[in-house]
């Protein structure tokens, strides 16, 4: 008989309560809040000296590569590949076996990502361009992208009662946006690339591809080949979080020899611990202190335009792009919502999709090399990030709230819901 989670072992109970979606969230906050206070604090001194402490040496073998680096650095690239190949492992996982396999149920999904995250840039544009600020114009991307983990637990804790398909629908947005969005890190946020480090990169991702494949992988064989991936990749001059979604994809998604899982299942479980418990929380740390109390004050920082582009771009354009894709693809094709979604479901899912934080964080940091335009920016995504938040939570109390039919997407079949998000079925699952 199997046990339950109180009777597991502390670091198994400890790995579960790590995974869970709403325990990343809370982490993330928590990690984000904690920066925002010492930033904040009469040692805000000792904050700055920490994020600035450099480690690492400045090369490795005969390979030029810098890699002495700030603690915030190392978040950003190093401990931010670990979520990136969670990114991967899951992205394939929905590929092969999961929501984005069958393009016709994946299809609504898919282009309401891509006009959540075309709506947002243009809102961001429109704002700057408005205000009189086009020097800002490189950071388009940041209210494009939206927070997985951040997303999910916010769901968990407020959409009990509805239908899981809701969470598979914010999922498979979710992992589409995340995907264009480091196509538009690797694309747009590379501005040299030194081709044989990035060859010798994408050899070691070749190598891991064919041992993670093996009958019998080994960690101390994947581990290195993944350390000298990254590593090469940084020296590139690609993000060297990209490093670690290639890794991801190469992870197979279909049991093989026997295996009573996949290996994305098998990788995920593994890796997500890390992912959820160290990796984001610590380079949320990194990231989100923004001091308000130097420099000219917080209504200089809050009032330049980039902050209120951000803002509109995340929490109006996200719901805007969301909804009016899903609108038009479902007006003018065959394709319709999945079963037992309808369309007022998509109100909280569009402000679900404006919660940016940790790859907005990225891209904010990757687009703004004056720290007053970074400040902003920082401060934008994580107070745009709340609100979203709230709104989604709020309507999705909302939505809980209201009876439905029994067709709620209107394809003139009535619904089929397999399990609602909360009940003892999702718990398992979930």
């Given at each position: 008989?199997?046990?339950?989670?109180?009777?597991?072992?502390?670091?198994?109970?400890?790995?579960?309560?790590?995974?869970?979606e709403?325990?990343?969230?809370?982490?993330?906050?928590?990690?984000a809040?904690?920066?925002?206070?010492?930033?904040?604090?009469?040692?805000?001194?000792?904050?700055?000296?920490?994020?600035?402490?450099?480690?690492?040496?400045?090369?490795?073998?005969?390979?030029?590569?810098?890699?002495?680096l700030?603690?915030?650095?190392?978040?950003a690239?190093?401990?931010?590949?670990?979520?990136?190949?969670?990114?991967?492992?899951?992205?394939?996982?929905?590929?092969?076996?999961?929501?984005?396999?069958?393009?016709?149920?994946?299809?609504?999904p898919?282009?309401?990502?891509?006009?959540?995250?075309?709506?947002?840039?243009?809102?961001?544009?429109?704002?700057l361009?408005?205000?009189g600020?086009?020097?800002?114009?490189?950071?388009?991307?940041?209210?494009?992208?939206?927070?997985?983990?951040?997303?999910?637990?916010?769901?968990?804790?407020?959409?009990?009662?509805?239908?899981?398909?809701?969470?598979?629908?914010?999922?498979?947005?979710?992992?589409?946006?995340?995907?264009?969005?480091?196509?538009?890190?690797?694309?747009?946020?590379?501005?040299?690339?030194?081709?044989?480090?990035?060859a010798?990169?994408?050899?070691?991702?070749?190598?891991?591809?064919?041992?993670?494949?093996?009958?019998?992988?080994?960690?101390?064989?994947?581990?290195?080949?993944?350390?000298?991936?990254?590593t090469?990749?940084?020296?590139?001059?690609?993000?060297?979080?990209?490093?670690?979604?290639?890794?991801?994809?190469?992870?197979?998604?279909?049991?093989?020899?026997?295996?009573?899982?996949?290996?994305?299942?098998?990788?995920e479980?593994?890796?997500?611990?890390?992912?959820?418990?160290?990796?984001?929380?610590?380079?949320?740390?990194?990231?989100?202190?923004?001091?308000?109390?130097?420099?000219?004050?917080?209504?200089?920082?809050?009032?330049?335009?980039?902050?209120?582009?951000?803002?509109?771009?995340?929490?109006?354009?996200?719901?805007?792009?969301?909804?009016?894709?899903t609108?038009?693809?479902?007006?003018?094709?065959?394709?319709?919502?999945?079963?037992?979604?309808?369309?007022?479901?998509?109100?909280?899912?569009?402000?679900l999709?404006?919660?940016?934080?940790?790859v907005?964080?990225?891209?904010?940091e990757?687009?703004f090399?004056?720290?007053?335009?970074?400040?902003?920016?920082?401060?934008?995504?994580?107070?745009?990030?709340?609100l979203?938040?709230?709104?989604?939570?709020?309507?999705?109390?909302?939505?809980?709230?209201?009876?439905?039919?029994?067709?709620?997407?209107?394809?003139g079949?009535?619904?089929?819901?397999?399990?609602?998000?909360?009940?003892?079925?999702?718990?398992?699952?979930?």
């Amino acid at each position: 008989m199997p046990r339950t989670t109180s009777t597991l072992p502390f670091p198994q109970r400890l790995r579960a309560w790590v995974s869970r979606e709403t325990t990343g969230g809370a982490l993330l906050i928590g990690a984000a809040l904690l920066a925002l206070l010492w930033a904040n604090s009469p040692w805000r001194e000792a904050y700055a000296s920490l994020s600035a402490t450099v480690v690492g040496p400045a090369a490795i073998g005969p390979i030029p590569v810098h890699l002495d680096l700030s603690l915030s650095t190392w978040a950003a690239d190093g401990l931010l590949a670990i979520f990136f190949f969670v990114v991967g492992v899951e992205l394939k996982h929905e590929f092969m076996a999961g929501s984005l396999r069958n393009p016709k149920e994946a299809g609504v999904p898919m282009i309401a990502a891509v006009g959540g995250m075309a709506v947002p840039a243009l809102v961001y544009a429109g704002v700057l361009l408005t205000m009189g600020d086009p020097g800002a114009l490189h950071g388009w991307a940041i209210p494009t992208a939206t927070d997985i983990a951040f997303a999910l637990g916010v769901l968990a804790i407020f959409g009990r009662g509805l239908p899981v398909a809701i969470r598979t629908f914010l999922l498979t947005l979710a992992v589409v946006d995340d995907l264009l969005a480091i196509i538009v890190i690797a694309v747009f946020y590379t501005e040299a690339i030194h081709w044989w480090s990035l060859a010798g990169a994408l050899v070691c991702v070749v190598l891991f591809a064919w041992h993670v494949r093996s009958r019998a992988p080994r960690w101390f064989v994947l581990l290195p080949l993944a350390v000298v991936a990254w590593t090469l990749m940084h020296a590139s001059g690609v993000h060297a979080t990209v490093a670690g979604v290639l890794l991801g994809f190469t992870v197979p998604a279909i049991a093989m020899r026997g295996e009573p899982e996949s290996r994305t299942h098998t990788f995920e479980h593994a890796v997500r611990p890390f992912s959820q418990g160290l990796a984001l929380p610590v380079f949320a740390f990194f990231a989100a202190g923004v001091s308000l109390v130097d420099g000219d004050g917080p209504g200089a920082l809050i009032g330049q335009p980039v902050v209120l582009a951000i803002t509109a771009g995340l929490v109006l354009g996200k719901l805007v792009g969301v909804l009016g894709a899903t609108a038009l693809v479902t007006r003018l094709t065959p394709l319709r919502l999945p079963a037992g979604i309808g369309v007022r479901d998509l109100l909280p899912v569009g402000f679900l999709a404006g919660i940016g934080f940790t790859v907005s964080l990225l891209i904010s940091e990757l687009s703004f090399g004056d720290a007053e335009h970074a400040d902003g920016a920082k401060i934008a995504i994580l107070g745009a990030s709340v609100l979203a938040a709230i709104l989604g939570g709020l309507s999705l109390r909302w939505d809980a709230r209201r009876a439905r039919a029994t067709d709620m997407n209107l394809d003139g079949v009535d619904d089929e819901v397999e399990g609602y998000i909360g009940d003892a079925k999702d718990r398992e699952n979930h």
